[in-house]
Structures are given as structure tokens and as C-alpha cells.
């Protein structure tokens, strides 16, 4: 069964292409090392809740969009092996130095999800 590494964070709506050229690097690093897939997702019908909501969980500050994404793995062995590749392989280290600032990564919120349904048209 497959696995999916989930992500929800805040990124400065001015580094929408930054981020989306570090996130197209970064997902061809994780399919080099066994993803089936990497979806990033820019919020655009992102509504408030009376509880809880995405803006609120990443601490979404003025000028801000809460995007959503996921790495999907062939199994739960996969990923925690895959990671691992990431984690070493030195094309993470090489990225430009101005990568580090498109987010803040400690408002990142993820885990790792099991698949209960997974129906496709």
C-alpha cells in the first residue's frame, strides 16, 4: 500500500515563482529517490473556520497564501528510505542560497498518512 507525506505551510504571495521553482527541484529529487508523485498546491478558496483552519495552523500572516502539498511513496519502506536519499544527496545542499527565504519553515506543519481510500476516475 502506498504512503503520503503531507504538508501544510505559509508562504509570502511575492514568492509565489520562487517557491515554485524550488518546490520543481526539490520534487525531481524526490521522484529520483523512489516518489510515485509530488503535488504542490498554491490556496485559492482557502476559507476561515469557526475552530480551526489552514491559515490558522501555519500562522498565516498579512500577505501570506497557505499552500497544501504531498509526496506520494510506493510504502511507508519507501519513504522512510527515500527520505533518507534526500536527506544525503548533495543536490539539496547545492540549492541557490535564496531558497532559504521563500518561507518559514518552522510554521510547516506535516506528517506521514496511511491511505484509506484512493478511488480515481
Known amino acids: 500500500m502506498s504512503y ?17 521553482a524550488m ?20 490556496g485559492d478558496e482557502v ?17 501570506e497564501v497557505v499552500c497544501f502539498s504531498w509526496v506520494e511513496w510506493p510504502s511507508k519502506e519507501a519513504r522512510d528510505k527515500g527520505n533518507q536519499a534526500v536527506a544525503a544527496d548533495p543536490r539539496m545542499a547545492d540549492g541557490p542560497a535564496d531558497e532559504r527565504d521563500i ?12 491511505p484509506l481510500v484512493d478511488q480515481r476516475a
Open 4 to 20: 503520503v507525506d503531507g504538508f501544510v505551510l505559509a508562504v509570502p504571495a511575492a514568492n509565489r515563482e520562487r517557491f515554485r
Open 47 to 63: 476559507p476561515t473556520g469557526e475552530q480551526t483552519w489552514f491559515a490558522r495552523a501555519v500562522d498565516l500572516r498579512e500577505g
Open 103 to 114: 518561507m518559514d519553515s518552522k510554521r510547516m506543519i506535516y506528517g506521514g498518512f496511511v
Open 23 to 42: 518546490a520543481q527541484r526539490v520534487a525531481e529529487i524526490f521522484t529520483d529517490h523512489g516518489a510515485l508523485r509530488v503535488v504542490e498546491n498554491w
